[in-house]
């Protein structure tokens, strides 16, 4: 091989330059040759040569006396010379023979002598020799030699590593902290060589209960297929899309259907991976995830709870908030900086888009807000049906039905509903899902497991009976209230009993005779527990701390007050907690704060006294549905009705 090949093949090769190889073994020896120099001249003691300390006696045998007793030598002009070896120094005498005496190792000979007051005169005019040990000279110096070039060593690799990885763009720190950790799905259907995940197989079917947000991204999936068909017409596809809204409505699942839909690769990161204990990590890994995506062009960039990196900035304090704000600002260039047609589209979700920085959400960065919001009873029933394939159903399934008993529910819920229900019915040794599954699944997930190991006394079982009966009795003789689904005395997570009413619809408006009859109903147990047993428990807490927030949101957030309070809001804005503010802050005077308090308390109290009027009236049904829950422990909604009539 010629020598010029072999020259290029090396230093190809090698991470850094031959000239760093050159400049480091350089530094290394100027830095070894400094410290050996100053090793064998670090004592005040003059250094002679291995040749002047021969003339001592080998075979001499010396005699260890104390230091005062080798001054005492010196000063009578007996000593010929002194040899220091370490800390022991040697008298040699006029007539060849010699002692020795241990000194303080950390002060010199020349200082020990002069403490021991012998005159400068005689110091002057005696000869002290130093000898060195060659276990130092040899061992020292190797050992100092080899830290010195390793880390001379190291120091030029990774400054060599910065050099040709900011050539490329690409600030790289020690260990490829400055490398983003996004995972690249790709369109092959296999892992590469970084063991890149596999492309999506999600599609917009597999999403249900979105159809809006299906809708609103579908433009950015056909900009992702057909670019021409936007560019030619001087349109400009959104740079950024933001996703907000509850937990579990299917942000990130919608995300990866926008992938597979477009068939493009999907970047995938989690804002809090941004996000180092050191200054500067963070922006390193923004530029090397968008300079990857632009390599990949066309494709999605992914940044799932994207508030863990872009909250207000100037909101906290210490070193932390420098780094997240460095990252922040680097994404706000990256993101401005794209070209108007550049196909990345960059997808983020979040629960919080009220602390999210303005720049981010302006246009031109983030466009378009898509949310994503509680499914309604028909999206339900869709979600289920894509949670229930290939899964074996009973044939009374009726998943509209089952869709109308889980108002709330959110797409990861009925997806926890369906497996919950599989589980039971292995776990019962059925072939197939069946209707009591789903019940007893559902009441797992809303109440709490079952507790059958929870023991109570035959007094508070009749309690407890008397109390559900009285909400569940309430409940059903009044005009705006749901309908009572389920009746129990069975203990579930920290509930001795529960009464479930349901909506036989979805429901977005409440009326004020609406929130009165909630708040009735749920003073119905504690006054069933008054009339019944002339005393109360603490059976209640959870229902008057819950008639208390509904009496006070009637007050000072709906208008609902009958005290000349006016019309207007008490408080700031409250607002959904993942779509807005949820904060309160006090701006009315003490006068007012009164007057909301005394209307709070006359609605309860009105409230409650309605209450006891309808169980004094149907004391008896009291009676017969409180025997029956001590009898059967859960009564259903038709033998709820049968005992009503």
Same mark, same amino acid.
């Given at each position: @091989?010629?020598?010029?090949?072999?020259?290029?093949?090396?230093?190809?090769?090698?991470?850094?330059?031959?000239?760093?190889?050159?400049?480091?073994?350089?530094? $290394?020896?100027?830095?070894?040759?400094?410290?050996? =120099?100053?090793?064998?001249?670090?004592?005040?003691?003059?250094?002679?040569?291995?040749?002047?300390?021969?003339?001592?006696?080998?075979?001499?045998?010396?005699?260890?006396?104390?230091?005062?007793?080798?001054?005492?030598?010196?000063?009578?002009?007996? %000593?010929?010379?002194?040899?220091?070896?370490?800390?022991?120094?040697?008298?040699?005498?006029?007539?060849?023979?010699? %002692?020795?005496?241990?000194?303080?190792?950390?002060?010199?000979?020349?200082?020990?002598?002069?403490?021991?007051?012998?005159?400068?005169?005689?110091?002057?005019?005696?000869?002290?020799?130093?000898?060195?040990?060659?276990?130092?000279?040899?061992?020292?110096?190797?050992?100092?030699?080899?830290?010195?070039?390793?880390?001379?060593?190291?120091?030029?690799?990774?400054?060599?590593?910065?050099?040709?990885?900011?050539?490329?763009?690409?600030?790289?720190?020690?260990?490829?902290?400055?490398?983003?950790?996004?995972?690249?799905?790709?369109?092959?259907?296999?892992?590469?060589?970084?063991?890149?995940?596999?492309?999506?197989?999600?599609?917009?079917?597999?999403?249900?209960?979105?159809?809006?947000?299906?809708?609103?991204?579908?433009?950015?999936?056909?900009?992702?297929?057909?670019?021409?068909?936007?560019?030619?017409?001087?349109?400009?596809?959104?740079?950024?899309?933001?996703?907000?809204?509850?937990?579990?409505?299917?942000?990130?699942?919608?995300?990866?259907?926008?992938?597979?839909?477009?068939?493009?690769?999907? =970047?995938?990161?989690?804002?809090?991976?941004?996000?180092?204990? &050191?200054?500067?990590?963070?922006?390193?890994?923004?530029?090397?995830?968008?300079?990857?995506?632009?390599?990949?062009?066309?494709?999605?960039?992914?940044?799932?709870?994207?508030?863990?990196?872009?909250?207000?900035?100037?909101?906290? @304090?210490?070193?932390?908030?420098?780094?997240?704000?460095?990252?922040?600002?680097?994404?706000?260039?990256?993101?401005?900086?794209?070209?108007?047609?550049?196909?990345?589209?960059?997808?983020?979700?979040?629960?919080?888009?009220?602390?999210?920085?303005?720049?981010?959400?302006?246009?031109?960065?983030?466009?378009?807000?898509?949310?994503?919001?509680?499914?309604? %009873?028909?999206?339900?029933?869709?979600?289920?049906?894509?949670?229930?394939?290939?899964?074996?159903?009973?044939?009374?399934?009726?998943?509209?039905?089952? $869709?109308?008993?889980?108002?709330?529910?959110?797409?990861?819920?009925?997806?926890?509903?369906?497996?919950? +229900?599989?589980?039971?019915?292995?776990?019962?040794?059925?072939?197939?899902?069946?209707?009591?599954? =789903?019940?007893?699944? @559902?009441?797992?997930?809303?109440?709490?497991?079952?507790?059958?190991?929870?023991?109570?006394?035959?007094?508070?079982?009749?309690?407890?009976?008397?109390?559900?009966?009285?909400?569940?009795?309430?409940?059903?003789?009044?005009?705006?209230?749901?309908?009572?689904?389920?009746?129990?005395?069975?203990?579930?997570?920290?509930?001795?009993? &529960?009464? @479930?009413?349901?909506?036989?619809?979805?429901?977005?408006?409440?009326?004020?005779?609406?929130?009165?009859?909630?708040? %009735?109903?749920?003073?119905?147990?504690?006054?069933?527990?008054?009339?019944?047993?002339?005393?109360?428990?603490?059976?209640?807490?959870?229902?008057?701390?819950?008639?208390?927030?509904? +009496?006070?949101?009637?007050?000072?957030?709906?208008?609902?007050?009958?005290?000349?309070?006016?019309?207007?809001?008490?408080?700031?804005?409250?607002?959904?907690?993942?779509?807005?503010?949820?904060?309160?802050?006090?701006?009315?005077?003490?006068?007012?704060?009164?007057?909301?308090?005394?209307?709070?308390?006359?609605?309860?109290?009105?409230?409650?006294?309605?209450?006891?009027?309808?169980?004094?009236?149907?004391?008896?049904?009291?009676?017969?549905?409180?025997?029956?829950?001590?009898?059967?422990?859960?009564?259903?909604?038709?033998?709820?009705?049968?005992?009503?009539?």
């Amino acid at each position: @091989m010629p020598p010029s090949d072999w020259s290029s093949q090396w230093k190809d090769r090698l991470p850094f330059h031959p000239k760093w190889l050159l400049i480091s073994l350089i530094v $290394a020896g100027v830095a070894v040759g400094s410290y050996l =120099f100053t090793g064998y001249n670090s004592g005040t003691e003059t250094s002679v040569s291995r040749s002047v300390q021969s003339s001592r006696n080998s075979n001499t045998k010396t005699q260890l006396v104390s230091l005062p007793e080798i001054v005492n030598l010196v000063k009578a002009d007996q %000593v010929k010379s002194l040899v220091v070896q370490d800390n022991l120094i040697t008298a040699i005498k006029a007539d060849g023979s010699s %002692v020795s005496a241990h000194k303080e190792t950390n002060i010199s000979t020349i200082e020990t002598l002069k403490l021991l007051g012998t005159p400068d005169q005689l110091l002057a005019d005696l000869p002290i020799v130093v000898e060195v040990s060659s276990s130092h000279n040899y061992s020292s110096s190797l050992w100092g030699l080899i830290a010195l070039v390793a880390l001379v060593g190291v120091i030029a690799y990774f400054t060599a590593r910065n050099r040709r990885s900011n050539g490329s763009g690409t600030s790289r720190m020690p260990g490829n902290m400055g490398q983003s950790n996004a995972r690249l799905i790709t369109n092959d259907g296999k892992k590469d060589d970084e063991n890149h995940l596999v492309k999506p197989q999600i599609r917009f079917p597999d999403v249900a209960g979105a159809d809006q947000a299906k809708q609103e991204l579908q433009e950015i999936v056909e900009f992702l297929k057909e670019p021409a068909k936007f560019t030619k017409l001087g349109a400009r596809i959104p740079k950024g899309v933001l996703m907000s809204g509850p937990p579990g409505t299917g942000k990130t699942l919608l995300a990866k259907a926008v992938a597979g839909e477009a068939g493009v690769p999907f =970047f995938t990161i989690s804002g809090s991976e941004f996000v180092e204990m &050191y200054v500067g990590v963070g922006a390193a890994r923004v530029r090397d995830l968008f300079k990857r995506a632009r390599e990949h062009s066309p494709c999605v960039v992914f940044v799932d709870e994207i508030d863990a990196v872009g909250r207000q900035r100037g909101a906290s @304090m210490g070193s932390g908030n420098d780094e997240r704000e460095q990252t922040l600002n680097q994404i706000l260039v990256e993101m401005d900086g794209f070209s108007s047609f550049t196909t990345v589209i960059v997808l983020a979700s979040t629960n919080r888009p009220d602390i999210l920085d303005a720049a981010l959400l302006r246009p031109g960065r983030f466009d378009r807000k898509v949310i994503l919001d509680r499914p309604d %009873v028909h999206g339900r029933e869709a979600i289920l049906r894509v949670h229930t394939r290939g899964k074996p159903l009973a044939r009374d399934i009726a998943l509209a039905d089952l $869709a109308r008993l889980t108002p709330g529910f959110v797409g990861a819920d009925l997806e926890n509903l369906v497996n919950e +229900a599989a589980i039971l019915a292995a776990r019962r040794n059925l072939t197939v899902i069946g209707q009591p599954e =789903f019940q007893d699944a @559902m009441e797992r997930i809303v109440a709490g497991p079952e507790r059958q190991g929870k023991i109570l006394s035959d007094y508070e079982r009749k309690v407890i009976a008397f109390h559900e009966a009285g909400h569940a009795l309430v409940m059903h003789n009044l005009e705006h209230s749901d309908p009572v689904h389920k009746v129990s005395i069975v203990s579930r997570g920290m509930a001795l009993g &529960y009464t @479930m009413p349901l909506p036989e619809n979805d429901r977005y408006l409440l009326s004020r005779e609406a929130f009165e009859d909630q708040i %009735v109903g749920l003073f119905g147990g504690r006054a069933a527990e008054e009339i019944i047993f002339k005393r109360i428990t603490t059976g209640a807490a959870n229902d008057l701390e819950r008639a208390t927030k509904l +009496a006070r949101a009637m007050v000072t957030r709906y208008g609902f007050s009958s005290q000349g309070l006016g019309l207007r809001c008490f408080g700031e804005e409250h607002g959904n907690q993942y779509l807005g503010k949820l904060s309160e802050v006090r701006d009315y005077s003490e006068a007012v704060a009164q007057a909301i308090d005394q209307e709070i308390r006359q609605i309860l109290d009105h409230a409650y006294q309605r209450a006891k009027e309808i169980l004094v009236d149907k004391e008896r049904k009291l009676e017969e549905l409180a025997q029956a829950l001590l009898e059967f422990e859960t009564i259903e909604r038709p033998q709820f009705e049968t005992l009503m009539t």
